[in-house]
Structures are given as C-alpha cells and as structure tokens.
C-alpha cells in the first residue's frame, strides 16, 4: 500500500451524504495473492445502509433538476480523476482483488469509459411526440429519472462494474447508494473520493460497506424509498435478490451467472482463434461472468487447435500481480480454488482428461494453474456449472446444428464466442445461439458502446449504449386536451 501515491485514495470509512462514516466494528481487506492484511475497514450495517439511502432520497430533487450538461460537466471530472489516478487505482485494485497489474489498469479505463459515454449519453435522453387521436388533443412522452437506485455489485471487477452501474444513473439524474463486496471494498471507497473532488453534491453518490450481506440487502431491495435496484453476482443469489425486490415492485437489472460456449469451426484461422480463446478464458484467472467455459472444436481441426492452444497456455505465467510479466494472479480464496479443483477433479472422475494443469500451484494457497482438460463431454460438471477459474475444457463436435444445440443446452445465456470465415455461417450461429451478446472471430466484447448483458437466467437489462440509459428512465405519457378554440 506503501507504494500508492496518493495515499488519501485509501479509505476504510463508508461514504454517506458527502462524509466519511466510522463504525466500532471492522474487517480485514487482505492481499489474495499473500493472504496478507492490507487494511482494516469499519463495518457499516443496516443502519448505515438506510441513512445512505435516506442521503439519497434527500439529493434526488437537486440532481435530477441539473441540466444534463451540469450533470455532464461534474461526470467529465470524475472520469478525468479516474485517468489521471489510474495508476493508483490500479494498484488498489491489484492489492484487494489480485488480478495484473496491467489488467487492473485496463479495468480502471474500461470503468471510467462509461462515466466518459454516458456524462454525455445523458444530453440525449430523447421523448416523443405522437400524433393525437384528434384535433383537440396532443401526445407527449418524455424521460424522467427512476430515483433513488440501488446496487450490490462483485469482486471480480471491483471498479467497473460499480462505474458502469452508477455512470448510467447519475447521468438519468438518479442518485445512487452501492454495497461493494467485502472482499473488495477499496476500489468502491477510492471511487467515492474521486467522485468528492470532482465535485459531485453530497447524498449523490453513497457506498455502503459491510459483513452485513443479508440485512443491508433487503434494505437495498425493500425500501420504499428506492426506485430501482441493480446487481451483478450469481443466478442464485439474483434470484433471490429479485423475490425481495417483488414486496415493493422495484424497477430491477440483473447481470447474473454465465456458461459461455467458445467454437472453433473447421474453416476458423486457429492462430487467431487461439489468441481470442485465451483472452477470454483466463483474463482475471477465468474469474469473469462473460469468461470462455466451454471450448467446442469441430473434429477436423481438433487436433491442430489444440496442440496450439495447449502450447500457448503453457506460456502463461501464474504470480502475484504486482509482479512484471504475470498473465494470471489468484483467485480470490481458497474457497474459490477448492470449487474449482472438486470441478476439475469430478471430470476427471467421469473420463475428462488432464491435457495441462489440473492443481493448485505451488505460487501460494489462492493460485491455481492454468488447465486444460481433453476428452470432455457436454454432461461433465466443468461443462453443465460456471467453472469461475482457469480452466479450459474441450469438446468435439461434428456438425454446425449439433453444437448450435449444445452451446444452447443451458439455464445461462450471457455470452458466447465463434470463430468461422463463413459469411454464411456467420449469420446461422450468430442468429442461432440464445445469448444476449456474441463475440464473432473475437474473444473481447466488452466496451461502453455496447449493450452488455444476457437472457434466460443470465439476467435482464442492459448495461452500457443508449439502451443501457432507459433502465435508468421511467416513460411518462403526457395527453394535453381542450386545444380547439
């Protein structure tokens, strides 16, 4: 932490209403990659969490009556900060989160580009004007902010996935209260700092930090005086989640689990389906919700895809993520590591086979080789359950229709990937998987200009692009009558 330059970026306190707020209880923020404490954080409860709410509630009228270029204005400071501390943040986010250093960096872009796009998306929150039903009679629609928006959000993108959230609803004119995931809570408090010196009112933008998981979410779900309620975490805690939100019929986004096919046709350049297979498979070490779960590989190019495929992945070096040259840092706990271990072991059990990897490593407790597994069939567990680590299986397919049907044989349908130089082709599968985003001869799809997020049990909403502006909007229908003379 020493190494941070600007040490004021480094809070253990929760940001409520423009203050800092201390509690007599703290946790521990450790290192996963030393398992080293970083810092203690004070440990905010249901009453914290309800007087952010209350801040909240109390700034809506202000900032929702700022133009949209006032709000732009203080949003373009924000992102500014947020570049100029990059390096910083970075590093935060590497301490707390564990993944590269030179992928923190590329969070901490990734997450300010959508305070960037929508601090001026919001100078575009367009109505309509209908043509009435008669003469004396006019339709209007227009776009007011929801309110007050809530959000619970994950460790694995411990920045950008509160930026994305909260850039769209500050620039509705929402004001927004965030519960961070205890395991990193430094990136959310850095934020809010930024967020202070670039001049954002107080009660605007509020987070919550706590062990309290259960009582601070059914206040962020139940409350009356909270419009909208958005969250990115697993299917089953969004299920949940969702039950709670039903007792007051919340506005509600989810971003939740994934199962992601990666297909490899036999007419694909391999050498570039190999470089966006690893791209997508062990960035943040395969902890990410978009990650490649399963490779299919069509039969005539089985072998040659994964001969190079397993020769680049041994090239990945594991470490800490502060360390020059590291591809993959741990995973965020052992718990997480024996998940992922009892899935490869399971396979295994029931005929998968260890191509490469396939145990802990010697880096320390969190960390866990990058794996490939061959002779995988789409019933095995690390093909039916979000793997969450660094592990590859592959599986054979013969036919265009036949792996169609078995990327689309689960509950999930976040993203998918296909490489293929079949024009024709191209529009089959793309049309042909059930998933809310496909990434076609590409393994990185994420970006601001783009609507993220799934179908199925993957969730509803969109994150980012224009759409990503109306999960923030209510639709008002305004019907002016008596206009005859």
């Not at 952010?52 to 203080?74: D, F, G, H, I, Y």
């Not at 299920?239 to 990666?262: D, H, R």
């Not at 992922?340 to 490593?361: E, I, M, T, W």
């Not at 078995?406 to 079949?422: I, K, Q």
Request: charged fraction near 20%.
């Amino acid at each position: 932490m020493h190494e941070i330059q600007d040490s004021q970026l480094i809070k253990t306190f929760s940001y409520i209403d423009g203050s800092w707020h201390s509690s007599e209880s703290y946790f521990n923020v450790t290192n996963p990659a030393t398992d080293e404490v970083l810092v203690k954080v004070c440990n905010a409860g249901i009453v914290e969490t309800e007087l952010a709410v209350k801040a909240a509630k109390t700034a809506l009228k202000s900032w929702s009556a700022k133009s949209a270029n006032e709000r732009a204005s203080l949003m373009r400071n924000w992102f500014n900060l947020m570049i100029q501390h990059q390096d910083d943040l970075a590093r935060i986010l590497t301490l707390e989160q564990g993944k590269p250093f030179v992928e923190a960096k590329g969070e901490i872009a990734y997450g300010a580009a959508f305070v960037d796009w929508f601090a001026e998306e919001g100078k575009r929150v367009y109505g309509d004007v209908i043509p009435g039903p008669s003469g004396d009679k006019r339709v209007i629609v227009v776009k007011q902010p929801v309110g007050v928006v809530a959000s619970i959000t994950p460790w694995n993108f411990p920045n950008a996935m509160i930026a994305r959230k909260a850039a769209a609803a500050l620039a509705a004119g929402c004001t927004f209260v965030v519960r961070p995931a205890t395991q990193t809570p430094l990136s959310a408090l850095a934020m809010a700092e930024l967020a202070e010196r670039a001049g954002i009112p107080a009660g605007v933008f509020n987070v919550v930090v706590g062990e309290d998981a259960s009582g601070m979410g059914k206040v962020l779900t139940q409350h009356p005086d909270i419009a909208k309620f958005t969250f990115t975490g697993s299917t089953k805690i969004g299920k949940l989640l969702i039950g709670q939100c039903a007792t007051t019929v919340k506005k509600v986004s989810m971003e939740l689990g994934g199962n992601a096919p990666f297909i490899v046709f036999d007419d694909a350049d391999i050498d570039a389906a190999v470089e966006g297979a690893i791209a997508s498979k062990y960035r943040n070490a395969g902890q990410t919700c978009v990650c490649t779960n399963r490779i299919f590989v069509q039969n005539k190019v089985l072998d040659l895809f994964t001969e190079k495929f397993s020769a680049a992945v041994a090239k990945l070096s594991l470490g800490n993520g502060l360390t020059d040259g590291v591809n993959i840092g741990p995973m965020i706990s052992t718990t997480a590591v024996d998940g992922v271990n009892k899935l490869v072991a399971d396979s295994v059990a029931q005929g998968a086979k260890v191509l490469l990897g396939g145990q802990r490593d010697s880096a320390g407790d969190n960390f866990y080789q990058a794996t490939i597994l061959t002779n995988v069939s789409n019933d095995m567990p690390v093909a039916r359950n979000e793997i969450f680590g660094p592990v590859s299986p592959i599986i054979a397919f013969d036919d265009e229709d036949q792996v169609i049907a078995m990327a689309n044989d689960t509950e999930y349908g976040l993203a998918a990937y296909f490489y293929s130089r079949d024009i024709g082709r191209v529009w089959r599968v793309a049309e042909g998987l059930e998933y809310g985003m496909v990434g076609i001869n590409e393994g990185i799809i994420s970006n601001a200009a783009a609507p993220f997020g799934g179908v199925k049990e993957s969730g509803s909403g969109r994150e980012g692009s224009k759409y990503g502006l109306d999960d923030y909007l209510e639709i008002k229908y305004l019907c002016m009558g008596g206009l005859n003379k």
